[in-house]
T-cell receptor
Framework: DAGVIQSPRHEVTEMGQEVTLRCKPI?????LFWYRQTMMRGLELLIY????????DSGMPEDRFSAKMPNASFSTLKIQPSEPRDSAVYFC????????????FGDGTRLSIL | GENVEQHPSTLSVQEGDSAVIKCTYS??????FPWYKQELGKRPQLIID?????GEKKDQRIAVTLNKTAKHFSLHITETQPEDSAVYFC????????????FGTGTSLTVIP
């Protein structure tokens, strides 16, 4: 099992640029979660999908953030335009929702906006 | 919605001593409680979990206890080792909510050799 795969692992870009983060969940998992982690705010849930459908996006900070899940094996989180305060580690996690199951996290994308 | 509080935020123990981290939750419908360990620069990894029909679960040096009446659960690490140094997160989940987790704010554990 390859686990949850995120890309890129690191991203450094200038403010105003578009940033796209990618996630491939574990095969067979039907829920996908995007988190943001900072020292100040800890681990925040941004949005999650169940069977490719967005269920709760109340954690998305602003309209500059958007997420899609076009199929069961791929999701993107996009920031446009990016700002320095978006600098954080972004994690993707997946799970199976048939009963109580753990979420499995990817290695994260460390994003720095200059 | 669910609110999970975690204490302490930092904890230092001598190698070989025990460490205890406590979490409380607000929604009595929560029925699944995982614990994650996050080493510096790494991803959170599940170390143990407990379901609401169980009061205690052990896995080698790690144990978790659950008190449904008081709505709190705790992580116990015995015979701590330097490699136990990490940030630990508790979480609560309610079945039927798409497996959304409500995480605590984390405990930074330092084991002093």
């Amino acid at each position: 099992d390859a686990g949850v795969i995120q890309s890129p692992r690191h991203e450094v870009t200038e403010m105003g640029q578009e940033v796209t983060l990618r996630c491939k969940p574990i095969s067979g998992h039907n829920s996908l979660f995007w988190y943001r982690q900072t020292m100040m705010r800890g681990l925040e849930l941004l949005i999650y999908f169940n069977n490719n459908v967005p269920i709760d996006d109340s954690g998305m900070p602003e309209d500059r953030f958007s997420a899609k899940m076009p199929n069961a094996s791929f999701s993107t989180l996009k920031i446009q335009p990016s700002e320095p305060r978006d600098s954080a580690v972004y994690f993707c996690a997946s799970s199976w929702t048939g009963g109580n199951q753990p979420q499995h996290f990817g290695d994260g994308t460390r994003l720095s906006i200059l | 919605g669910e609110n999970v509080e975690q204490h302490p935020s930092t904890l230092s123990v001598q190698e070989g001593d025990s460490a205890v981290i406590k979490c409380t939750y607000s929604d009595s419908a929560s029925n699944y409680f995982p614990w994650y360990k996050q080493e510096l620069g790494k991803r959170p990894q599940l170390i143990i979990d407990i379901r609401s029909n169980v009061g205690e679960k052990k896995d080698q040096r790690i144990a978790v206890t659950l008190n449904k009446t008081a709505k709190h659960f705790s992580l116990h690490i015995t015979e701590t080792q330097p490699e136990d140094s990490a940030v630990y997160f508790c979480a609560a989940s309610i079945i039927g909510t798409g497996n959304q987790f409500y995480f605590g704010t984390g405990t930074s554990l330092t084991v002093i050799p």
